[in-house]
């Protein structure tokens, strides 16, 4: 089966740090990503972890434990722009699917 | 290249109408997926081509869903006989099988529908 779990809210204020957790359980892994999408608008990529550790990436990182089924995306110095909602997704098999959580919300407060 | 585009933005059709959406992917992106999401949740998957060739179907797509990619550029997804459950955002989304980094899919931004 296909199970993906992520908080469905978070909120954080202006200029702190927040962690947005993913656990998974799936057929197949070949990779994870984490997309951002702002209400009414396209996934835009955020990430993609294949190989366990942290990747950087200016202000967000993610990390990845595959035998864990964990991953999470680290957001600092956080912006008001950064109020959105954050999908993890697995990609799954060959054909490049992807299987996607619920998204967490995160509202970043003044 | 500006992007997947997607026609038209929005939808409203009446119960039980046709309707048919258009996805336009990044013109040197050989995969096209098509995904629903609704609101609250996280998008889900439909289908999948590679060029002009279908190769995956999810259980979600019924039987009055169906999808093509004459020639392997722009895809159509057309729901026929629409149902309330059908309204939802359809995202499509595109990537290259050639790149190093070529999972990566770059989302096109959707059309809303609603079916009243």
């Known amino acids: 089966g296909q199970n993906i779990d992520q908080p469905t809210e978070m909120t954080a204020t202006e200029g702190a740090i927040v962690q947005i957790n993913c656990t998974y359980q799936?057929?197949?892994?070949?990779?994870l990503f984490w997309y951002q999408q702002h209400a009414g608008e396209a996934p835009t990529f955020l990430s993609y972890?294949?190989?366990?550790g942290l990747e950087e990436k200016g202000r967000f990182s993610s990390f990845l434990s595959r035998s864990k089924g964990y991953s999470y995306l680290l957001l600092k110095e956080l912006q008001m722009k950064d109020s959105a909602s954050y999908l993890c997704?697995?990609?799954?098999?060959?054909?490049?699917?992807?299987?996607f959580g619920q998204g967490t919300t995160l509202q970043v407060k003044p | 290249d500006t992007g997947v585009s997607q026609d038209p933005r929005h939808k409203i059709t009446k119960r039980g109408q046709n309707v048919t959406f258009r996805c336009d992917p990044i013109?040197?992106?050989?995969?096209l997926y098509w995904y629903r999401q609704t609101l609250g949740q996280g998008p889900e998957f439909l289908t999948y081509f590679q060029n002009e060739a279908q190769l995956e179907k999810s259980r979600l797509l019924s039987d009055r869903f169906s999808a093509e990619r004459p020639k392997g550029s722009f895809s159509t997804l057309e729901i026929q006989r629409t149902e309330q459950g059908d309204s939802a955002m359809y995202l499509c989304?595109?990537?290259?099988?050639?790149?190093?980094?070529?999972?990566?899919?770059?989302f096109g931004p959707g059309t809303r529908l609603t079916v009243t």
């Open positions: 972890n294949v190989l366990d």
């Open positions: 997704a697995v990609l799954s098999g060959n054909t490049g699917k992807l299987i």
């Open positions: 013109s040197e992106h050989n995969r």
């Open positions: 989304a595109s990537s290259s099988s050639s790149d190093i980094a070529s999972y990566e899919q770059y």
């Open positions: 799936t057929s197949g892994f070949n990779g």
